[in-house]
């Protein structure tokens, strides 16, 4: 290792806004997300901005005076370099201010009728030309003595990294363990590259000749009336009625559209009828049927033809026995002017019938070729909800017209392989082979069991519009013969071609003769080896890995498995050799292979920890010694962080300094529902030197609160928020750790010697700072004490934003502030209530209780039940009957009382929504309470719709905006 690296840009700066704000935008619109998003799920794939950032910033040098002369006369200053890096990375304009305009007009329901990025194109469609390459090769050579440059992602997932990386010419290496993301890297990275846009032609023609052939097979299946297009089918899932033994349809509700022209089912029990009837109302007909009362509720059902509860025990003892059924009760087809629905016919019904008849006979043939996945869904934490209702194999995810067209799908794409290969020789075959089976993997995630028609969109909603395999009662279907493929198949031949589009950049770093593809090195297998990759070869490590027990990727890539190894198993044989994708080597934290085990949640943490610490030896290996690691994570449990840092640290790195970057949408925070993280925390590494002498976490301490506190008031001033900003802290408070390891705890282990320490103790030391930090400035630079219970109500609003939280930081920040959630917050005060894996703050009429919030109380013990009792008092009995108890208690001239309640003003959210009223009651009451008896209290300014003081923003006004913001948040 030199004596002294050239320090990289991403080590001293990183334009962390200007990227947020990319990134959201990028995945602000359903309709013009990457074409990556529309050829295959995957799972928490990075933006391409961050992506590209990360990258570009791990190996251009940091801007020096100390430059080259040539360099200096492009770069005389710090400002001329990181403007010049925007543009690389393809950002113009002030995006922070389009972007910011965009969320206000959707807080108060409005449109914006001109382009807020003044028609600035997203960056993720920038190639660099080859002035930019050209000073980008200029650059590299001076940092590294050569162009060419080599960047690896180890854990390449959904491929956002390698993909960036290969845009710019360099050397990439794309590993990945998952089978189904390799299949996806082959198809977003290798072919791409090597076929240019012209293979979408072929791609279309032998994907339609697969649709007409499958066409003429199921055709009789799938029934029309004259000029009817078939959009979705509409199905229940059925019990037996406990008392009559007829069927009982479970859905959640009825509706079929909301909005201004409302459709909904209205279900119709006749007594002597042996099954339940379906009638289409629209209108006030819609609203009188009663839609959102549906017969199933938290798993509890409802008979229609006795009113009685039907137990959720008895309704998975019937699924299980093999005894749930399904009712199919609307078809939707579409329309010029929108959906029409109506209620199926007999010929409908006799189809369907039909088709599970077709499969009974085809299925032993099929079977005995291996065409149908039949194998066991296996015992996981994915698994778990399908298993419990009854699906116990993988065929099962299907109804049985469902099953019968995907194996159709599949025994004709069997067929057709040695046309396509006769025609387009073996290696175009393969490419075209390949995505003709992601179209079908797209089938198979738009029609399954698991999937859900949409009626606030008025679509299907994929298997997979959460990360599990959550059970839907009420499911949809497409119409495989005349829809289903023809769809995919555009899809996918839309996403190769916008992918390759991207993937075309005529310059390259090194002139004529090399291309992008030859550049790659795409391999398959775990992270912890790396064979291909010699000692030291790569220059920058970027890395966007497994986050802790965020997703369980092969759980849930077993869907499309099973499928992949049907279609594309003979073109990639070593990748599926197994049943099932791989789960012993993945590294994730995942509770479920540790079944029957004590201490199931220390078990997956642990072996989390081991496998993340393998694949970072591995790094620290192939890393050159003046290489830089960047990883990219997401995660609000400390335990994750402390996982990671303890992995990383232990594999011998230190984190040079961190970035939070803005990635998600802050819609929910701002509606003030549900709390969301909105940032990925950016983690430059270097490589750690020969380790110094232990140092004592006692003397450190200084250090680590110094560094939460100062990078905090950095990060706020950059816009960072909410739980975000205590996120932000980590990554600081870990590279010091990082430097100064190995530290050393005051506790002991049985032989006496001092522990190392967890890093966790220093997160939550960082997590006390940002509490006093946050507290001061929403007390406007005082510093009061108030009561614990009070503290942790007024910083949960500080920071999440949001009524609804998880309990897991909820705890956190109990045990910071001294209490315990389940006895101080939830059970004794009332402050919160437990939902699921998260905590609902209470308002203040929830709140109710004698010597506790009552307005007869003269003297509290707490200061927020002095405040809601206030509030309450008001909000009941108005503004004449509040300043009596007011006064009666001594609140009116409290100083302390007053204090808190400018606390409170500054803590809780106070958007409002297009009727101007205020999204949170709370922030109603403390405005009408504040201005009726505390006028000199500071009433912090509400985001209103604004006029950005920029070039490109000039033009708009306030009567520009109108209407409803039509830019759908929506991620796959």
């Not at 901005?49 to 990360?54: H, I, N, Q």
């Not at 072919?191 to 032998?206: M, N, Q, V």
């Not at 078939?230 to 008392?243: D, F, G, K, L």
Request: net charge negative.
């Amino acid at each position: 290792m030199t004596e002294r690296p050239v320090a990289m840009l991403s080590e001293q700066w990183m334009p962390m806004t200007q990227v947020g704000a990319e990134c959201m935008r990028e995945r602000g619109a359903s309709s013009a997300l990457p074409p990556l998003y529309f050829l295959h799920v995957w799972w928490a794939r990075r933006p391409l901005a961050a992506s590209r950032a990360a990258v570009l910033g791990s190996v251009l040098p940091a801007w020096s005076a100390d430059w080259p002369v040539h360099l200096l006369r492009k770069f005389p200053n710090p400002q001329s370099y990181e403007d010049w890096f925007l543009h690389l990375i393809g950002i113009s304009g002030d995006t922070v201010a389009g972007r910011k305009l965009i969320e206000v007009a959707k807080i108060r329901g409005l449109k914006l009728k001109n382009d807020p990025y003044d028609g600035h194109k997203r960056a993720f469609t920038h190639n660099p030309d080859a002035g930019q390459l050209d000073a980008l090769g200029e650059l590299l050579e001076y940092a590294w003595g050569t162009r060419d440059i080599a960047v690896c992602d180890p854990m390449a997932g959904g491929g956002s990294i390698p993909f960036e990386a290969m845009r710019y010419g360099f050397r990439t290496y794309a590993n990945e363990l998952n089978p189904v993301a390799s299949v996806i890297l082959k198809a977003t990275l290798d072919y791409p590259a090597r076929f240019g846009t012209e293979l979408s032609t072929d791609i279309t023609k032998w994907g339609n000749r697969l649709a007409g052939r499958v066409g003429e097979q199921l055709e009789r299946f799938f029934p029309k009336q004259p000029g009817e297009s078939i959009h979705a089918y509409v199905w229940a899932r059925t019990v037996a009625c406990p008392v009559t033994g007829k069927p009982v349809p479970l859905s959640p509700n009825w509706w079929l559209q909301k909005g201004s022209e409302s459709i909904a089912v209205k279900l119709i029990v006749e007594e002597k009828a042996d099954l339940c009837h379906f009638e289409i109302v629209k209108g006030r007909a819609a609203i009188a049927a009663r839609p959102d009362e549906g017969t199933v509720k938290q798993g509890v059902g409802r008979s229609p033809w006795t009113g009685d509860a039907i137990d959720g025990e008895y309704i998975k003892a019937e699924a299980q026995a093999g005894r749930m059924e399904q009712q199919l009760y609307a078809v939707g087809t579409k329309t010029t002017g929108g959906f029409v629905f109506r209620a199926p016919n007999e010929a409908d019904l006799s189809a369907v019938r039909a088709a599970q008849q077709e499969l009974g006979l085809r299925l032993p043939g099929w079977e005995s070729k291996g065409l149908v996945p039949s194998g066991d869904l296996p015992e996981g934490n994915k698994t778990s909800e399908p298993i419990r209702y009854g699906i116990q194999r993988w065929d099962q995810m299907f109804s049985p017209r469902q099953l019968l067209s995907m194996v159709t799908f599949v025994e004709e794409l069997q067929a057709m392989t040695s046309d396509i290969e006769r025609e387009c020789g073996s290696e175009k075959a393969a490419a075209i082979r390949t995505y003709l089976a992601i179209a079908i993997d797209k089938a198979a995630d738009y029609n399954s069991r698991m999937t859900r028609w949409h009626s606030g969109r008025g679509a299907l909603a994929g298997t997979f519009d959460r990360h599990d395999f959550s059970f839907k009662w009420s499911h949809g279907e497409f119409d495989a013969a005349g829809k289903l493929l023809q769809w995919t198949v555009s899809q996918v031949a839309d996403a190769y071609k916008g992918i390759a589009k991207l993937a075309d950049t005529p310059a390259t770093l090194f002139g004529p003769g090399r291309t992008n593809v030859s550049a790659l090195v795409l391999t398959k297998g775990t992270a912890a080896t790396l064979p291909d990759i010699p000692d030291g070869a790569v220059h920058s490590l970027v890395v966007d890995p497994p986050y802790y027990d965020n997703v369980m990727y092969a759980e849930c890539s077993d869907f499309f498995y099973v499928w992949q190894k049907r279609t594309v198993g003979d073109l990639y044989p070593e990748w599926f050799d197994d049943d099932l994708t791989n789960k012993d080597d993945e590294a994730v934290a995942n509770q479920a292979r540790f079944e029957g085990a004590k201490k199931r949640k220390e078990l997956a943490a642990a072996d989390y920890e081991r496998k993340m610490a393998a694949c970072f030896r591995e790094m620290n290996r192939v890393l050159h010694p003046d290489g830089v690691l960047t990883v990219m994570f997401t995660h609000k449990k400390v335990e994750a962080w402390n996982t990671l840092a303890t992995s990383l640290i232990g594999a011998g790195f230190t984190i040079q300094t961190s970035w939070p970057v803005r990635t998600e949408s802050e819609h929910s925070l701002h509606q003030a529902k549900k709390n969301a993280a909105a940032s990925t925390i950016v983690l430059v590494c270097r490589k750690r030197a020969v380790s110094a002498e232990p140092v004592w976490w006692d003397d450190l301490k200084g250090k680590v609160r110094e560094a939460a506190r100062s990078k905090a008031r950095e990060f706020h001033a950059e816009g960072v928020s909410g739980v975000d900003l205590y996120i932000s802290t980590f990554g600081p408070v870990l590279s010091i750790l990082s430097q100064h390891w190995p530290v050393l705890s005051s506790q002991t282990d049985k032989d006496g010697k001092p522990q190392t320490l967890l890093p966790e103790v220093a997160l939550d030391l960082a997590r006390e700072e940002v509490i006093a930090l946050r507290k001061e400035e929403l007390l406007l630079g005082r510093k009061v004490q108030f009561d614990p219970v009070t503290d942790w109500y007024l910083m949960a609003w500080d920071a999440f934003s949001a009524e609804e939280f998880p309990a897991d930081e909820a705890r956190k920040l109990a045990i910071v502030l001294g209490l315990d959630l389940d006895r101080d917050i939830i059970r004794t005060r009332r402050v919160a209530t437990k939902k699921s894996a998260d905590v609902v703050l209470q308002q203040p009429v929830a709140r109710r209780r004698k010597g506790m919030v009552d307005d007869d109380v003269l003297t509290f013990d707490c200061w927020l039940d002095a405040v809601h009792s206030a509030m309450l008092v008001y909000e009941e009995d108005g503004a004449r009957a509040c300043e009596a108890f007011l006064n009666r208690t001594g609140l009116r001239n409290d100083s302390t009382f007053k204090l808190v309640l400018q606390a409170l003003l500054n803590a809780i959210p106070r958007g409002r929504d297009k009727n101007d009223q205020f999204l949170r009651p709370e922030a109603k009451a403390l405005d009408r309470l504040c201005g009726s008896f505390f006028a000199d209290l500071v009433i912090p300014a509400e985001e209103t719709v604004f006029v950005p003081q920029s070039p490109q923003m000039k033009g708009f006004s306030q009567e520009e905006l109108v209407g409803e913001e039509d830019v759908e948040e929506d991620e796959e």
